[in-house]
């Protein structure tokens, strides 16, 4: 079967040249025809020899998922559902705004991560997504959204924020950023592809030595014991462990400061008593707090926290000198919302076996 050349990175690319007799510059040809000008036809590869076309042409492909549905906000959001194969589909969500337009990508058909508050993780895990399903969200949207094949830049910013945890599908999450990082592809700086954990923490250390991007972290609560409820994953890693990692992290970031995203529950954690816990748990790490209204879907058992209630939250936070904003709602006239996206996924984790609907956070 012929090579998906949407799988490889830069250096993995190379290797393939190599081993059909073809020079690494090359690679850096394909690169450009592949990401910038969003080409699948080696036949229009201009640059390219007659011969080498026709070689890759019997060895590989470029083959991007599919899209099943093309949705649009009144506020211009935009989303798409692709099909990843065997009746599975994730969601990806460009957000545009004055002077950046954002693509939430996700990165997991489904997550075990079993986030109390997140319907993704109720419903169970499937699989990892490839490379090509991953780098292949933001080539769907480049050629949706008309970026190509006239070479504009209207993505200006990543964030792997969608369905799954980046972290547990870590090799092909990273081969995804450094296609999304690197000058023959997409160009983006370190500083505008933002990755999101629940904070899997052995991982947090390999993505700073391998990928160091911007860094958000689910923090989600201001104790153990409130954490272990909602995010099962500090368990195993609590904040103390969590905390240590972020400061490790920051060694290396493209930023001086981590962004810890934290969903607003009514009555759950988002009491003064939880915005001073914050302050002390923080105190020692450069960050910022985005607050994040809850959006509620059928069967969480959680409620939005007043607009009140989140600004006597942010007050808090801001007086302590820390820099707070809170998540505007976009697109959630089409479902694209924080916490919203919807997609379908065969549930194959241990806590059931069904087709069910899914909807990440």
């Not at 589909?89 to 990508?105: D, H, Y």
Request: with cysteine; proline share 4%.
């Amino acid at each position: 079967m012929s090579i998906n050349l949407l799988d490889l990175d830069a250096a993995q690319l190379a290797g393939f040249f190599a081993e059909i007799g073809e020079k690494p510059f090359r690679a850096k040809q394909l690169l450009r025809w592949m990401h910038q000008f969003g080409e699948a036809d080696f036949s229009k590869m201009s640059d390219l020899a007659k011969p080498l076309r026709e070689k890759l042409s019997a060895r590989a492909r470029i083959e991007a998922p599919s899209v099943i549905s093309d949705n649009a906000a009144e506020d211009g959001t935009r989303k798409w559902l692709v099909d990843v194969g065997n009746g599975n589909a994730v969601e990806s969500v460009f957000i545009p705004e004055t002077n950046r337009g954002t693509l939430c990508v996700s990165s997991q058909a489904g997550c075990a991560l079993d986030c109390k508050f997140c319907s993704t993780g109720k419903q169970g895990f499937n699989r990892n997504l490839t490379v090509a399903e991953i780098i292949g969200q933001l080539w769907i949207a480049n050629k949706a959204l008309g970026a190509v094949p006239k070479g504009d830049r209207v993505v200006s910013n990543v964030v792997m924020m969608g369905m799954g945890e980046p972290l547990a599908n870590f090799d092909n999450v990273v081969a995804a950023m450094r296609l999304m990082l690197d000058d023959n592809a997409y160009g983006l700086s370190r500083r505008r592809v933002t990755l999101s954990t629940s904070g899997i923490v052995p991982a947090m250390d390999r993505l700073r030595d391998a990928c160091p991007v911007a860094l958000a972290v689910s923090l989600h609560a201001s104790n153990d014991a409130l954490r272990d409820a909602l995010v099962p994953i500090n368990r195993k890693y609590p904040l103390s462990e969590l905390m240590a990692a972020c400061l490790r992290y920051l060694d290396r970031a493209p930023r001086d400061f981590l962004t810890f995203e934290y969903v607003m529950l009514d009555g759950v954690n988002d009491g003064a008593g939880h915005a001073r816990e914050l302050i002390a748990l923080v105190r020692d790490v450069p960050c910022k707090f985005n607050l994040i209204p809850f959006n509620p879907f059928p069967g969480s058992g959680f409620k939005r926290s007043s607009r009140d209630d989140i600004r006597r939250f942010a007050d808090i936070l801001i007086a302590a000198g820390l820099v707070v904003t809170t998540r505007k709602t976009r697109g959630d006239d089409i479902d694209a919302a924080c916490g919203q996206l919807a997609g379908k996924v065969e549930d194959r984790t241990r806590r059931t076996r069904r087709v069910v609907e899914i909807q990440p956070c």
